[in-house]
């Protein structure tokens, strides 16, 4: 089976939004020589948990009865995603279909409430709105998830069709492996996703959640998929934001600038905001200890140290700026100011052209360092330019990463394509069994008619005739059925099932059925 990422990378190549038309059954057609699946394979569900649901009296959903379950294993249910994301839908647009995580089993329970789709999940982030629902009939089931986005947002369905997007089959199953891998975020290999996508697997699989037996699987395929990517591929490694490259970047010039190992570094942050925060975090992600904020005011520094109780932070006021970088080895800045903070003749006047190993990282724009500041011994200085250049170089890392990375998420995806596929096998395993059953009840009626007729059998031994009966069929069947039951290609599946209904029959025994149960009703 081969999954293509043409569908979801059109936004990123200049498209604005998807077609919201499903594409065509069993269509192949190739893009940039990859071939694009949509598969119409049905999906079948076999037997049903207990805490499955139905819809029941007002609305309610209640458990499936041992019947409903079977009917339900019968049937094909097709996967479908209908969603949009930071890649071609309006941020009004979002903000309006947006879903708390409390609500997300909540509003899947109301999308299922009419019987249109069978199960349902939620995944709401700050970037995508997605919903991943199973159902038999792909077009009655978008007509309801349509209309539950029209009355959430109370958009009108001109506007949610042009940032929508709309997946189906083998499509939308490669789609939700390229979200959990990472490879359709903004930063490409971010781990956030793979939390949330989590999230939204294991509320799928609460009391209340709507995930069934097909969406279940496939979220807990996603989630192992995107855990593989991130272990087996270097797609999540290297700084690719600002704050990140500036800790790297320190980290690998450390001993090239101060001759001093990182980890023994004294470290200062100059500014307490959005960028200072997010560089705790990374440097806490490398064993960070201590290190010394100077800002205005003491409001965001104590904010800083409820935030990171594990890191010894020293708050001071920007009077004693001099002071603070006297003993320090690195000197972060991350202020709004529109004036250099830092430049030579400041160093000069406070009394730090010394030649002591010094180094500066700027992270502002405006620029808190003044280029200058290179010109003192012992100084080295660095800017966003210098951390671009570690980003860029970071992201075409990871960009190669990626081919290995779709490898890896395909194996994943044809993994779940062949679970799916076996449950097609149900209705022959069932036809197969009631069709051997009729068969073998057939003949030992016949027998134990002629073995009643001699008193010397007992009851007992007649029974015993009966379980050899069930013994032989049961274990005649158990090769073919195993068979069935093994994971395959889809098309190898499909001729197995041809041939075993071929080889045994089973339409005729369905027709000689019908037949038997009309000549009964006359």
């Not at 019947?67 to 071609?88: D, F, W």
């Not at 200062?268 to 560089?279: C, E």
């Not at 064993?287 to 594990?310: C, H, T, W, Y």
């Not at 830092?342 to 405006?366: C, F, H, Q, T, W």
Request: a neutral charge; aromatic letters at 4%.
């Amino acid at each position: 089976m081969r999954f293509s990422n043409a569908l979801p990378l059109l936004a990123l190549s200049g498209v604005t939004a998807f077609q919201t038309r499903t594409r065509t059954p069993l269509a192949v057609t190739n893009i940039n020589s990859r071939d694009v699946v949509s598969s119409s394979s049905a999906l079948m569900s076999s037997t049903m948990e207990n805490t499955d649901l139905v819809n029941g009296v007002n609305g309610m959903r209640r458990k499936k009865t041992k019947k409903e379950r079977l009917e339900l294993a019968s049937k094909g249910l097709q996967v479908h995603v209908i969603g949009l994301s930071i890649h071609h839908a309006q941020v009004e647009v979002r903000e309006k279909l947006a879903i708390p995580e409390a609500e997300w089993n909540t509003q899947a329970n109301i999308i299922c409430s009419t019987g249109q789709v069978e199960e349902a999940a939620i995944l709401s982030t700050c970037n995508r709105f997605e919903i991943y629902f199973a159902a038999s009939d792909a077009h009655e089931a978008n007509a309801r998830v349509m209309e539950f986005l029209q009355d959430r947002s109370g958009l009108p369905m001109s506007t949610l069709r042009r940032n929508i997007f709309m997946l189906e089959g083998d499509d939308a199953v490669w789609h939700l492996m390229r979200v959990a891998g990472g490879l359709d975020s903004l930063v490409v290999g971010e781990g956030q996703i793979l939390s949330q996508t989590r999230q939204c697997h294991l509320h799928s699989i609460e009391e209340d959640g709507c995930g069934g037996k097909v969406l279940s699987r496939l979220l807990n395929n996603a989630v192992a998929a995107g855990k593989r990517v991130r272990s087996e591929t270097n797609i999540s490694k290297g700084s690719v934001s600002i704050s990140s490259a500036a800790v790297e970047l320190s980290e690998a010039m450390c001993m090239q600038d101060l001759n001093l190992p990182f980890s023994e570094a004294r470290l200062a942050v100059i500014g307490a905001g959005t960028m200072t925060r997010l560089l705790i975090t990374h440097l806490a992600s490398r064993g960070l200890e201590r290190i010394a904020i100077v800002n205005r005011s003491m409001a965001r520094p104590k904010e800083l140290q409820e935030q990171f109780p594990d890191i010894d932070i020293e708050i001071a006021l920007v009077d004693d700026l001099w002071d603070v970088m006297a003993k320090s080895d690195i000197v972060f800045t991350a202020t709004s100011s529109a004036d250099y903070v830092i430049d030579g003749s400041l160093l000069k006047e406070n009394e730090l052209d010394n030649g002591r190993p010094m180094m500066l990282v700027d992270i502002a724009v405006p620029r808190n360092i003044g280029p200058d500041s290179n010109d003192i011994a012992g100084i080295t200085a660095y800017n966003v330019d210098d951390l671009k250049a570690v980003v860029a170089k970071n992201t075409a890392m990871r960009q190669r990463e990626m081919i290995e990375a779709e490898n890896l998420l395909r194996e994943e995806a044809a993994s779940f394509v062949g679970w799916r596929e076996s449950l097609s096998a149900i209705p022959t395993i069932n036809q197969l069994q009631e069709r051997a059953n009729m068969f073998r009840q057939e003949e030992l009626k016949k027998c134990t008619r002629k073995l009643s007729q001699n008193d010397n059998f007992t009851d007992r031994e007649l029974e015993a005739v009966e379980r050899l009966s069930r013994g032989i069929v049961n274990k005649m069947l158990h090769g073919p059925m195993a068979h069935l039951r093994r994971t395959e290609s889809v098309e190898g599946k499909q001729a197995t099932l041809k041939e075993l209904s071929s080889m045994f029959r089973l339409e005729e025994g369905k027709t000689a059925g019908r037949g038997k149960g009309v000549r009964r009703g006359r």
